[in-house]
């Protein structure tokens, strides 16, 4: 099976960080460009932060800027994102991504359904 697999998520005090991970399985990464997406109850899903297919570009949704950092190991075929000085408002299932027909930029702006692969999501609750 052909699939994203996302983990790290957690409990964890304001101030605090993770490290979420989106895996692949059956495919290789290196011919996507990864996005990451969170979405909290009662709010649309959004853009946090996305990674080109050489890693050589990066795009960061201004709520988490100088916070969250996205890298990619295309040999571990693993997406991560580094996320610091969390808030309570950082509260969401984050989701990873695969698209092999757009651009990190491109790929925050819109959480289009339709690209290749999503994974099911792993829960970031930030509370004190």
């Known amino acids: 099976q052909l699939h994203l697999v996302e983990s790290g998520g957690g409990l964890v005090q304001p101030g605090g960080s993770l490290r979420l991970s989106c895996a692949a399985s059956?495919?290789?990464?290196?011919?996507?460009?990864i996005g990451w997406f969170r979405q909290a109850p009662g709010r649309e899903r959004e853009g946090v932060s996305c990674i080109s297919r050489s890693g050589g570009s990066t795009h960061y949704a201004d709520s988490v800027k100088g916070r969250f950092t996205i890298s990619r190991d295309n040999a571990k075929n693993t997406v991560y994102l580094q996320v610091n000085s969390l808030k309570p408002e950082d509260t969401a299932l984050y989701y990873c991504a695969a698209s092999s027909i757009t651009t990190a930029q491109a790929m925050c702006s819109r959480p289009d359904p339709e690209y290749d692969y999503w994974g099911q999501g792993t829960q970031v609750t930030v509370s004190s």
């Open positions: 059956g495919f290789s990464l290196d011919y996507y460009a």
